[in-house]
């Protein structure tokens, strides 16, 4: 069965699950930048407070339950307004475009991505959500 439009291939149901870690959010310094200015930091206090070192780069921290250092109760983002790239973008990562088995992969991790929608479909809906 394929998607449809009462179907569609991604709707955010709110469970939280992409801000849960896995080994942190990566972070650019315009990214970093824009996030200080949300919460009134400095970016040295801010990365001194929320950013960490990795083999992969600069990361977002993550709180003691595993869950990104902004995830909010009710599972909102305390950034949310400049959140990092990454986190604006899923599902619709490069990734998920290129591959149809990281698609798949995908489906089983965010209740989000319709498990209908075809790997045509979620790239057709990735060009018109860049076309808006
Ligand atoms: S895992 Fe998917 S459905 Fe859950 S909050 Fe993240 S994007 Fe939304
Ligand atoms: S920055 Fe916000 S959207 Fe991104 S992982 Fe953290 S809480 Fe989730």
Redesign the pocket.
Known sequence: MSATSDNPVFNCQQCGD??AGRGG?HVKPQEVAAMASLLSMSEEVFCHSYVEDSVTGSR?TVAANGS????LEGNL????PV??FI?RQWPFLPILLLEADELEHAKGACPGISPACTHEEFVAAALRRGKK
Do not use: D
């Open positions: 992409c801000c959010i977002l990104c250092v902004f995830l983002c305390r950034v949310h959140k990092p986190c």
